[in-house]
């Protein structure tokens, strides 16, 4: 069984580790590229399905902040952000084996809502798992 499973529209996809993940979603050479060129490529993809869903967003790299991170828009800092981003706004939905550790890592995982009791629904704490990284780079 992978760590990570990502429902997005009718496709599925499972994942061992966050590397994995954002080399789907913002491409196998991500890792490869500039800082630079990786805030682009995260750029263009929240713009895209800001564009699609018509909800705003909230670019920390540009100096913009965010006082609710509840409400829908998509928070532009790095890939982890990104992803939490659009499991909040529910354009995917990400299912992460408890023990795996990748996003949940910091938060009490007993009062998480889990699917068939070995799989927690990152969906349901994304704004608190996005919450508690911004806190922790002194951007909430």
């Known amino acids: 069984m992978e ?23 913002l491409g196998k ?3 490869n ?3 630079e060129e990786q805030d682009k490529k995260i750029r263009m993809k929240t713009v895209m399905n800001s ?21 829908e828009q998509y928070i532009i ?5 990104l992803l939490l ?12 084996k408890e023990n795996a550790n990748i996003f949940v890592k910091n938060i009490d995982k007993n009062k998480l809502e889990k699917f068939k009791n070995e799989y927690i629904i990152v969906n349901y704490c994304a704004n608190e798992l996005i ?5 922790k ?4």
Do not use: H, M, W
């Open 51 to 71: 564009t699609f869903r018509k909800i705003p967003i909230k670019d920390l790299k540009k100096g913009e902040t965010v006082t609710d991170v509840s409400k």
């Open 131 to 135: 919450e508690n990284k911004l806190r």
């Open 77 to 81: 800092y790095d890939e982890e952000i």
């Open 29 to 31: 050479d991500f890792y």
């Open 85 to 96: 981003s659009l499991a909040k706004n529910n354009d995917i939905v990400i299912y992460e």
């Open 3 to 25: 760590n990570i499973i990502i429902v997005e529209g009718k496709n599925k996809y499972c994942f061992r580790n966050l590397e994995e993940i954002v080399k789907q979603f």
């Open 137 to 140: 780079e002194n951007l909430l």
């Open 33 to 35: 590229l500039s800082k």
